[in-house]
């Protein structure tokens, strides 16, 4: 009887002019990442090379960890009218057009991704492909039965009883969070941003149900009436945080203590793409300017605070939206370091993986975002993405690196 030993897979070296480690308050200069499969082995100085490695040598570029994108929708496909487009599509076409969509978020170095309402639990389905993002999957989000977004599946009775079961059915099938709608929104025709969709009795049910459970749970919260009710109710996270009224944007600067003071965490919906001929609805970009306004004094009043983009619900919100969210973030007044920090290891610890993701660090996941230039001189250097790493795998782009920085061996 014979038996077989698998070859060990060999060893990837990584070169860089600089590198940014996730938690780091500068780059670290001529940086080699050593890459054991899916994992990062080292990460030391320059000439550090393991005998036998592969080398990849990238001159005048920076190492970032993958980004992490905590809202995104990869049932919508960032068109003028993402609702219709699904309904359109039965669950083979839908799926489909969901992976494409990773992927693209893949492809523009967003290796970690939270879905925030698909259509009937699909998203869960794409758990552990190699050859898209790591995602953290919601499921249909939990909404009245005409509700914001009802269409995607989640719509229950707005009473404590119905909340409980429908955050059950969620553990059940397996998602990883809790998602729920207690403010309406704009992408659902008939429902509305400043109204709250459920009474804080059944918030409060949602939310020790979830936790019951081992489960976190976030909330969409535009009208102020909503975001008071998820504070009181204990919520982990409530996403845009807009305190979106009738006629404008309200002022709370005692709403903003309470979040901070209960560490809930605040999705920012930030990054969004310049694409020509699409522009925000005018009800929204009128009231832009207020939102980040309360946003800056949700930073300066301490409250913890990710981008998640909300990609795919509009021709400006792309799949791999997450870069254009950097100089968003610095213009809340964090400096460009804090920012990408927040789309790393910060984000990854709010989506519970931070013992895996966000970092550049040994025994963490080879997710590698590499770009040209120094995103903290300038920050559009982020776009200029030369590869992307995902599980230690290269990630297929549409161009190939020149080759006078091509991979070279040594043995």
Same mark, same amino acid.
């Given at each position: 009887m014979t038996s077989t030993v698998a070859e060990r897979p060999r060893l990837t070296a990584v070169r860089a002019a600089w590198l940014f480690d996730g938690t780091g308050s500068a780059l670290i200069?001529? *940086? $080699? =990442?050593?890459?054991?499969?899916?994992?990062?082995?080292? =990460?030391?100085? !320059?000439?550090? =090379?393991?005998?036998g490695a592969r080398v990849l040598d990238l001159p005048g570029t920076t190492l970032l960890p993958g980004l992490v994108d905590t809202h995104v929708h990869l049932a919508f496909d960032s068109t003028a009218d993402p609702v219709g487009a699904l309904a359109g599509?039965?669950?083979?076409?839908?799926?489909? #057009?969901? !992976?494409?969509? #990773?992927? #693209?978020?893949?492809i523009g170095g967003v290796t970690t991704v939270r879905d925030l309402g698909d259509r009937g639990y699909?998203?869960?389905?794409?758990r552990g492909r190699p050859?898209?993002?790591?995602?953290?999957?919601?499921?249909?989000?939990? $909404? $009245?039965p005409t509700g914001h977004c009802h269409y995607l599946g989640g719509g229950v009775p707005p009473d404590p009883d119905s909340v409980r079961a429908a955050v059950n059915e969620h553990a059940e099938r397996g998602c990883d969070v809790v998602k729920i709608m207690a403010s309406g929104g704009s992408l659902t025709p008939g429902s509305k941003p400043e109204i709250a969709q459920f009474g804080l009795p059944a918030l409060v049910a949602a939310v020790d149900e979830a936790h019951r459970l081992g489960l976190p749970i976030t909330a969409h919260a535009h009208g102020t009436p909503a975001i008071e009710d998820a504070v009181a109710a204990g919520v982990d996270g409530m996403e845009h945080v807009s305190f979106w009224t009738a006629d404008g944007v309200d002022d709370r600067p005692d709403l903003i203590e309470k979040i901070a003071a209960r560490r809930i965490v605040v999705g920012a919906t930030l990054g969004m793409a310049v694409v020509a001929?699409?522009?925000?609805?005018?009800?929204?970009?009128?009231?832009?300017?207020?939102?980040l306004?309360?946003?800056?004094k949700m930073h300066q009043a301490g409250v913890l605070i990710v981008a998640g983009t909300d990609a795919g619900i509009a021709p =400006?919100?792309? *799949?791999?939206?997450?870069?254009h969210a950097l100089p968003q973030l610095v213009g809340l007044g964090m400096t460009p370091v804090e920012a990408l920090r927040t789309m790393t290891s910060v984000a990854a610890n709010v989506l519970g993986v931070g013992h895996r993701k966000g970092r550049i660090a040994p025994g963490f996941d080879a997710d590698l975002l590499i770009v040209d230039g120094n995103p903290l001189v300038e920050q559009g250097a982020i776009h200029q993405i030369r590869a992307v790493y995902a599980g230690g795998h290269p990630v297929a782009r549409n161009t190939a690196l020149p080759k006078t920085r091509a991979e070279e061996f040594i043995s």
């Open positions: 200069a001529d *940086p $080699t =990442v050593i890459l054991d499969g899916g994992r990062i082995l080292a =990460v030391g100085a !320059a000439g550090s =090379v393991p005998a599509r039965d669950d083979a076409a839908a799926l489909e #057009a969901m !992976a494409a969509a #990773a992927r #693209a978020a893949l699909l998203s869960l389905s794409l050859d898209l993002p790591t995602i953290i999957a919601a499921g249909p989000p939990i $909404t $009245t001929g699409a522009v925000p609805p005018p009800d929204v970009l009128a009231r832009v300017p207020f939102f306004a309360n946003m800056r =400006v919100k792309p *799949p791999d939206a997450l870069r």
